[in-house]
Structures are given as structure tokens and as C-alpha cells.
């Protein structure tokens, strides 16, 4: 990519266009609570504080993401600029496979090539200390780099390093994202635990696959300082979450195996088995003959007794939750006729204390997906709550937020259209989607734009510190491919709804991009 384009629009909003949108659904819920003072309604807050187009867009020609934005100031200018991970097609190198764009006006501030797609999404990590976030970031057959983040230069690069360089494809695969843990080998910075495995190369239903990992390394230099093969020795497609905690004795990592044609558990370990490099002492907390582990679960306090619980989903469309300190199963539920990939949300739907659950399935068996069926499920219970289907297949992951005020979390996902051109060709375009639960209402929040996204979970938070909601997302931009990798955009909405004094889910695996929920 040697000429990114980039423009800005000014601040409009499609109000005539909303406005009819908004009007099926106040046919069906009455007029929508603009007739309320104190608190606006969903609805209402959707046509007067979101902008229908973004503030800017960086278009991108030659590349397109799997990754979701992740956000840091890099150039001290106070606006959180973002980081992602790109490529071509598989197996295809690119010049612009790690990028940061300046939040201001979505230009470059850097980029890195790699030798296939980066596909994970960064972690930030103050590696040498200067005050500015660094990133270490994954992708396919060994890729892992570590990037400063205020010059873009490299600390150090997992596949070129030489010890590594026999074992790629052989020992080492896809590296998952990343997160951190104590520091382990005594220089003061903050060390990484992050899996690998899976071998594209293998067909489907082949059995024999190279197991899968759990790697601890040097955030400073990339060195392996320990490495535990998966207790079932089974491949890994999985981004762990680690449990935050003070002891390194206490630090507690979940992790899955198999895949999606393989079966494979979910399981929970510490960071000392680790160390020891034996897993096989990990407690399995599910398992699956058919289908394996791939979504990222979440640590959240479900029975309210300060003790972070666990959140999973199989690929088999099963959901579960877990007690934290017993590791009983607290409720399962099954999503029929789906497959699970992306990570669950968290939000307060049901206006209960205690965190409710949003989990975005595919319909159908891999490869072959239709529609994205949603479903709400009662944090306490375990109960199905809501459900909705809605955009063609994606694995993104839903972000909860109350946009209007009444305490009541609203979910944003993205959503997919295909329809059919002039001559029968088929048009991707995509957009954002807010969920009402309190109306069992959806509004569009953003004019469709072409093209279709895969996996990109959007990014919210205040950008600019003014303390209103922005929002980041990423598609690809060609219409007329569903899995396109030659152009893609970021863009960047502003809007009127002030943060929310209380947590909320605003980024792929949480604010903190670690599976964590605290509540505040
Ligand atoms: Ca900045
Ligand atoms: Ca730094
Ligand atoms: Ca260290
Ligand atoms: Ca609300």
C-alpha cells in the first residue's frame, strides 16, 4: 500500500433517511419516547446524538483486517490513535500488516509488513517504559511482533528471530492474541502468556494435527521463556484470558482446543503449571467430541460475591458459565443449528444487578453460514432472555453501552447485507446496528457503506477525551466479494451520548482487551 486515501466528511446527519427507519418501528412500540423528558428513549438517541456517517475514513487499497482496532495515544497529541492488524489473502505477504492511524484524521502514523495475514488484534504494552504504549501483535505461522509505539520501529519479530526460524510450521503456528503477566524474568517489564497452534495446511477432517501451546515470553526481547504443549494434545485456535490477580500463584489462564471440525475442551490452569510446562493438570470445564474451542471467554462476576466467574461458548453453539472459585457449572445453554466463534458481551440488559450475556452465533455448520442469530441470556439464571437474527454471517463480537441514561445497557454490533445489483451480481454493504432490549427494538446506526466485514470487532470510548462516545470500525470495502482482502476502510463516528460512569463493553474481549468485565 504505498498511497492510502484518506478524506474527511463533515458531521451530517441523515435524518429524513433515519426517520423513516425509526418510523416501522415506532409503528410498533407506540410513539418512541420523545415524548419523555427525563430520559430519552433508545430511539431517540440514535437519530439525535449518533452521527449516520463517520467524521473520517482512512481507505486502505490492497489490504484487508480480522483484527479490531485497538486504541493508545501514540503521538502525545492527547487523541487515542488506532492500532491494527491487516493483510492480503492467506499465505501472501503485505507492506501494511501492523498500522497505526492518528485518531485525529485517520493518516498513517506507521505500518509493517509481514510475510501472511496478522490477524489477531493488538496488545498494548509499555515495553520500554517511555510512557507510550507499545503493541505485540499475532498472525498466521509464527508471526508475533513486538512494535514501539511511538516510532513504529520493531523490538523484536517472533518468525525472524533465529532460533525460531527452523520451528516455524513445524513447532510453531498461528500465534492468538496475547496478554500479559508478571514479569518473569526479572528486567522490571511486564512478560506475555499467548497460545499457538493450528496448521492451515491440513485438510478439514484430518485428525492429525501438531498440538497446540501455551507460550510464556520476554515482552522485552521475545525470548520463549516457557512452553506447556495443550493437556489433550490437541490443536488451538484460542486467545486465552488470564484472571487478574496480585500473586503470580493466583493467576489463573483459560484456554481451549480444537477447532472447527475437531473435537476439543475448554479448560482452566495457572500460571505456575505453566512455568512447570505440564498442563495436565488443567481442569477441563467442558468438552465436546464433534467441535472444539475458539471464542474467547469472559471473567465476570455472575453470583455477586466479587470472585470473577467464567463465560465460554463452544463451536458447537453451546454457551456455559462457571463459578470462579468452585469451577461448578453454574447454567448452560444451547443455541440450536449454530456454530460460536465470536466472543461473548457483557452489558446490564435485563436491569438486574448482576451482568447479563450477548452472544452472536453463525447459522449453519463451517464453511457454510447463512444469517448471525443474537441471543440475550440472563447473567444469573442462565435463561434466554432475547434472540434475533439479523446480518449475514461475521464473527465479531457484540459492545454493550447505555446510550440513553436509564440504566438499561444497549448491545452495537455489526451487521451484513447482501443483495443483488442491476445484472444479479451480488453487493456486499454493511453497517452498525444498536439492540433495544427495554422495546425489543433495532435501529440501524449508520448508512450502510460497501462492501462486507468478516471479523472486526468495532472500538468505542472517548477518543478525544471530550467526553462524548466515538466509535472506530473496520470493512472491507469492495461489494462484490464476501472475503476480500484488496481494500479496506476505518472509519471514525462521533456522537453526542456522554461515557457512562459505569463499565461498559467497548472493544473486542473488553475495555481492557484482556476478557475481563469489572464492574464500576
Ligand atoms: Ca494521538
Ligand atoms: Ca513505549
Ligand atoms: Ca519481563
Ligand atoms: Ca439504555
Redesign the pocket.
Known sequence: MKNPKFYQRARVISGIVLLALLSIGASKMGWFGLVSRSKAS?AATVLHKMDRVPDWVAEMEGIGTFSSPRVADLNGDGIGDIILGAGRQEFQSSDTAVMALDGRDGNLLWHHSSTDQVFGSALLHDINQDGIQDIVIGGRNGILKAINGKTGTLFWDFDKMEAHIPLIRERYFNFYNPQLIPDLDGDGVEDIIVSNGGDVLKQPFDPHRPEGYLMVLSAATGEVLYEARMPDGKETYFSLAVKPSDKQSDTEILFGTGGETLGGGLYVTNLDAVIQGDLSGAKQLAYSEEKGFIAPPIWVDLTGNNELDVVAAGVDGTCYAFEGGTKRKLWELAIPGTEIYASPGIGFFTGSDTPDVFISAAIGTWPNFTFTKHVMIEGGSGKLSFQDTLGYFQSSSPLAI?????????VIISVNYENFGKEGRKLYTNTLFVI?F?TASRYELLEPQEGHNIASTPWMGDLDKDGYLDLVYCHSSNPYHGFAFDRMRVNRIKTEVLIPKRTFWGAYMGNGYDGVFLKK
Open positions: 433508545v447505555d446510550l440513553n441514561r436509564d440504566g438499561r445497557d444497549e433495544d427495554l
